[in-house]
């Protein structure tokens, strides 16, 4: 047989908090505005490009009016991860537009419910809509049994979520358990008189020492105990201390006891008494006021520190036959007392149904500022045409008071529930003649009932009439954020249980809908229960999804992340603890049934349900049965109907991405994967924090690693599921570009809405990579222990920029990539600075985040490695040395591609060090090919280098390392000359000298070698452009005949090129085809010398014509033969007519008939001195018009 406590004596004391469901309007204005996204990066791994799409949360509707007679209008182009990334900040922007409670209350009466009306533990097939459930109930342990069994007065009984204790006193006893394991049995036995009132405060900031955490507060009727309480990590060992703390309340009875959390101020109130009481206490003492006391805030002067009249009336009265003379005293009393500490506001609720708000001033004071009887609220009542007999004065009651929390609501101060069950939300502002208005920072004045919420009735519909009696006889309620509602009824042998919820599916899907305002749906139920009821707490962090009343109630988005409200009811036969139930396992219960969320939650919702149970394996929903995943796989493929293309209410439409409307497997996709991230979004991933005995502040992960754990399964699930379901799920395989508009309108807008489709669901699919690998390069990077030392390893601006980096940066931004690159850098040179191995470290890295340290990277490292292994063997092992230094550049030869040209100075600069000249030549070259593999750089520079041509960025980065490869060489040829100088300058010392001599001789020798070595690799480039400019570094530095020395296939090109623009690259062409033995091209290069316009004196192109005329007699191929001998011929002639230009030049240069007029004489020289000229132009216009007759008869002679 169960035993239960007698339900008399027992005080109830009901603390409330509040309500509150947001705004979920989903704005499509925020797809279509492209400024009010964030940035996003472009991935290299994914090259298609696609548009815009709006999220629409809209439930499924007819297809839209196409007009194929318009044209299509493409969109930007954007990248699917940029696509995805703009996805999850809809979704986002989606969840915090939830419609807040005053929206879906702006109806003055609604009482729209799923009614869940069967009796407890009857199957009626409509569990799934039960909001709450009961998982487990803590029986009360015997030894309260017995103790309860010796009490002789007066006993209660109550809850310390706090503590996850519960209590109960026995005349001057008090008894707690812990009702979660059933155990840790305590008792406190110290007092002397029979407690009254007990309540569980917090300290007042700086009284206590910090172990102390709360006050238990016991009120007996001569005495105000405050006891110091500590509770240890697990709550396993609860320990009470005596504060010495002890007011005297001869002639009050304490009934209610209420403290601010943020103040630590305690008040109470008496029995039939309207005054409210304060506790003072403090550390200190004075001569006038002691550690500890009370005083009256509602009467001034002494008597607000002495009871009232009222209380020697009561006393009186207690005498036989003293109510004879005091039959008409005042019976008004406070029942409810409750501190709402985001307003500094305290609410009463007396015992005539009066509400009175108190404001907190900062002096300590309360002041009266409503005061709002149960009559003028059934006045407001009528002003709103609501009237119902639920509400009628005579028989209804206020029975509890509820405060709503500014979050929640900026202009719902409290919500009342009657004895009726009805619920009275009441709002408050400042009144200045007759209008209402809210002002900040001055306490509001005047309050008004202006929404009703009625209970359901018996039958299980969706509408209730307004003399509903299901909840008559309502003893008291409860409503917790966002919404719970818990009310108690009173019953002969047991109470009943009425829990109802706000059913966000239904108000998202109502708040879906543009042209009519979302309204308050709920789910309701009788919970289990046994016993009568004394109390009702919860026992988790009240539900918090927002700091705004927008999105604040939208327990869809956070039922994956947060773990569901659990609240614990105490009744005299034990604590019954009951849980959230959230949407998911509604959907599980509903089994096969599901089709019928179609029309009770927007397309997306169902979808997003139905993909996280078909992946669910952890997390606070759990894992599902094999069962109810494959329900649920069906109904997300099967029931998400397909992509649409939408007009814009005119009958017109335009293809492009922002005008088409997604099916519900993307919006879920893009929901599910936003409502997993949303805690982690926008947190910094790093933080600085101050130290104990530290200097500074240090370096600390920023987030809760057990969670970023779940996360990370979470993500791995669902990409496992979409992979092996993408055959199965239309549009997440297929083309990924549009290949054209052929055929039907109708047609050509289907595939452009299938292609859109495509673009969203890969996108996802890699933002899903990126997610994972980012979750595990956080985890194996951001090491706890040593992050503080790994952050020396970074600069300080580095550091900075870490400390801004957000998780969506380092998912999406390409300044996440970057920032996780120097993580991985410093990790790296950390350990190679120890001398440990980087092998095992880089290698889990690259199989885990290879999108953050690629096979690339990898070999990057390793070559840094190397390179400080050959650091350590140069000075004893030079064999080992070289080893490491060949080994480091092949594998940087491999990986040339990836090097940042800081990264490759850096390199550099060690390799110089270590005097492997030759080595940094080929890294920087072949890293120069890797900058521009399609060599648009030499294009560029053959095209005649326009300065706005976009190849010029690509030829500046392939000219940096060429400047690089400059330097190298500079500093080899640097080393040489200052060697050979010290060997040609050093004195003979001594008997050392030779062995002095030979070491120096030996050394230089090893930098010429290098020296040598080095040029060898530039010249062994095939990369042409780099020739080019290392044959113009030549030149620039005065050492063109260098080139006739070099054996490259360039060399005869550059000079070819060059041979136009310059005399002495010119003489060096001709130079190098005699050196060749290539005659043929040295005497056309001979002959095009002399007859080019550069500068050339007479005598030096006689001379070129000679050299041409020379070379055409020396050996040539049998092929070349014919063009040798007419080349000859052609400069015999040239030579001919030379030579009497030679002569006209001496005759005119000393031709006495010119010496008066000098400037004839320098302007006929300076033409002949010149170009060799036809025949013709020398006889006409010098020999016979000066009178040369023997050079006029030679050239009649010559033209012969």
Known sequence: MTRSLSSRSLNRNSPALGINDSQYQFQQQVASSPSQLPNTRLRNQVTSSANRLSLSATSPGQPSRLRPTESVQPAPPQTPAEYADNLISMSLAYDANYPDLDRITQQPQMSEYKFVSSAPGVLSGSEAWTPFIRTRISSIP???????????????????????????????KLFFWNFVSGQDFSSYEDLNHTILSVK??????????????????????????????????????????????????????????????????????TRNSLDIWEIIYSN????????????????????????????????????????????????????????????????????????????????????????????????????????????????????????????????????????????????????????????DGLPATNMQVFHVRLPPQEENNFQTVSDSKILSKTKFSKIFSPGYFFAVKEGDESDSLFVSAPDC??????????????????????????????????????????????????????????????????????????????????????????????????????????????????????????????????????????????????????????????????EGLAIYISRLVRDIWNMPILQLRPAKGSKGPVFSSNYDPAKLSSLFVMLSDLLVFLNHNRNYIEGLSGPDRILGVLGSSEARNDEFAQQAEHQGLHGLVQLLQFMTEGISFISLVVEPKRLSELMGYISKDTQVRLTKLTFHALFTAPEGIELAKELVTAMVNQNISKG???????????????????????????????????????????????????????????????????????????????????????????????VDRGNVAMAYCQEGQLENDPRREVFNRRFRCYGLVFDILNDIDQRVDSELKSLNNKPIPGEFSQSTISDTSSTSAIQVQVQTEAYQAAYSSTDELFHICFYDWFVDRNMAQRLLDIQTPFVEMYLVRKSKTSVELSDLLWTYYCRKEQFLQASQSLYTLSQSDFPLPLSQRIEYLSRARGFCNCYCPEGQRQMMIRLREHVQDEIEVAFIQDDLLSRVKNDERLDGNEKRRAEIMDRLNGRVLNLSVLYNEFADPLGYEDICGAMVKLAE
């Open 836 to 930: 440990s191995s980087i092998d095992s470290v880089v290698e889990s890295l690259r199989k885990q985040c290879g999108t953050f340290c690629s096979g690339d990277a990898v070999i990057l490292y390793k070559a840094l490695e190397l390179l400080s292994n050959a650091k350590t063997a140069a000075p004893t092992d030079p064999d080992m040395k070289l080893h490491y230094l060949r080994e480091c550049v092949r594998l940087l030869l491999k990986t040339a591609g990836t090097i940042e040209f800081d990264e490759l100075q850096e390199v550099v600069q060690q390799l110089l060090q270590l005097s492997y000249h030759p080595g940094a030549v080929e890294v920087v070259l072949q890293t120069a090919l890797e």
């Open 284 to 439: 200190t003492e004075s001569w006038f006021r002691g550690k500890c006391g009370k005083i009256c805030h509602t009467r001034g002067g002494l008597s607000g520190f002495i009871p009232s009249l009222d209380t020697f009336v009561d006393i009186a009265k207690s005498v036989p036959g003293g109510s004879l003379f005091f039959a008409n005293d005042r019976t008004e009393s406070i029942n409810q007392i409750i501190i709402d500490d985001d307003r500094s506001l305290i609410y009463t609720l007396s015992s005539r149904s009066t509400i009175r708000a108190y404001q907190i001033s900062a002096k300590s004071e309360l002041t009266c500022i409503i005061t709002y009887t149960f009559p003028l609220m059934c006045t407001h009542l009528q002003m709103i045409n609501e009237t119902t007999p639920l509400l009628h004065p005579r028989n209804t009651s206020i029975v509890s008071i509820h405060p709503i929390h500014p979050q929640e609501s900026a202009q719902i101060y409290l919500i009342a529930t009657t004895s009726t069950g009805v619920r009275l939300y009441m709002r408050a502002a400042r009144s200045y003649g007759f209008g209402y208005y809210s002002v």
């Open 505 to 666: 599916g239904r108000i998202a899907l109502l708040a879906s809908n543009p042209v009519a305002a979302p309204h308050l749906v709920e789910t309701a139920a009788w919970a289990e229960i046994e016993g009568f009821v004394q109390a009702i707490e919860i026992i988790t962090p009240e539900l918090k999804l927002s700091d705004n009343p927008k999105g604040f109630g939208n327990e869809l988005a956070g039922q994956y992340t947060t773990n569901p409200t659990e609240i614990a009811v105490l009744t005299n036969m034990g604590v019954h603890i009951y849980t959230r139930k959230s949407f998911v396992q509604t959907f599980i219960q509903l089994g096969e049934d599901v089709r019928i969320l179609m029309n009770l939650c927007t397309r997306g919702e169902l979808c997003c349900t139905a993909l996280s149970v078909a992946c669910s394996t952890s997390g606070p929903v759990g894992a599902a049965s094999l069962d109810a995943r494959e329900i649920a796989r069906r109904s997300f493929i099967e029931f998400s109907g397909k992509p649409q293309v939408q007009d814009n209410g005119f009958g017109q439409f335009k293809l492009t991405i922002a005008d088409i409307r997604p099916s519900g497997r993307l």
């Open 142 to 172: 015997d030894i309260i049994f017995e103790q309860y069994n010796k009490s002789e007065c007066y006993t209660q009984m109550g809850l310390f979520p706090e503590l996850s204790r519960a209590w109960i006193t026995v005349d001057n």
């Open 200 to 269: 569980l405060v917090k300290p007042r900031p700086g009284t206590f020492i910090d172990s102390i955490e709360y006050l238990l507060l016991l009120a007996t009727p001569l005495e105000f105990h405050i006891l110091g309480v500590t509770a240890p990590k697990g709550y396993n060992d609860l320990q009470l201390y005596d504060t010495g703390m002890v007011i005297s309340l001869k002639g009050l009875e304490v009934n209610q006891i209420c403290g601010s959390n943020k103040s630590g101020r305690i008040f109470f109130t």
